[in-house]
């Protein structure tokens, strides 16, 4: 089952003119590259994990330019908390999962996921889930902007 699914997936992603390439990943069965938009050199995983016969994940992130980072950083630490709590607030109820990486307290990576369930699995869900991925990668991106000024998207460090 997996297989077909990995199959109708790829065409998925070929047929929306965003599929880039299939990459070796011992720890899954199927790994593909989304680049999204095309030639925009912001890429998503779209991974068939090993442990799970049952799902997809969808996964991006965002690392922060040097600049966007020293800027966060050399904020008061209340001024820097309240940027990152709103962040927070905002993901919080996506249903795509996040971390901040290393930690909250040394933000240089914005990480997002989303599964994607093989049960409920169909061209408009497995699309929603990788646009709503890339959406969160902009979303970082228009606040760090925003809050910094600087960089347009294809200036970003990108992280996947």
Same mark, same amino acid.
């Given at each position: 089952?997996? !297989?077909? $699914? ?6 998925? @992603?070929? =047929? +929306? ?8 990943? *011992? ?26 016969? !049952?799902? $997809? ?6 690392? @922060?330019? =040097? +600049? ?8 008061? *630490? ?83």
């Amino acid at each position: 089952m997996k !297989d077909a $699914i990995a199959k109708k997936v790829r065409e998925w @992603l070929v =047929d +929306e003119g965003i599929y880039k390439d299939k990459i070796a990943d *011992e720890n899954a069965d199927y790994h593909f590259i989304a680049e999204i938009p095309p030639n925009s050199r912001q890429y998503i995983d779209i991974v068939f994990p090993k442990n799970r016969d !049952d799902m $997809i994940v969808v996964a991006s992130g965002v690392k @922060l330019s =040097d +600049e966007h980072y020293r800027s966060l950083m050399s904020l008061g *630490e209340a001024k820097r908390e309240e940027i990152l709590w709103e962040i927070k607030f905002r993901l919080l109820f996506l249903e795509t999962g996040f971390q901040i990486l290393p930690n909250v307290k040394d933000p240089q990576i914005f990480q997002f996921t989303r599964e994607v369930y093989f049960d409920g699995l169909n061209k408009n869900l497995f699309m929603d889930a990788v646009k709503q991925v890339h959406r969160c990668k902009l979303f970082i991106i228009w606040m760090m902007q925003k809050s910094f000024g600087g960089h347009s998207e294809a200036d970003m460090s990108m992280y996947r």
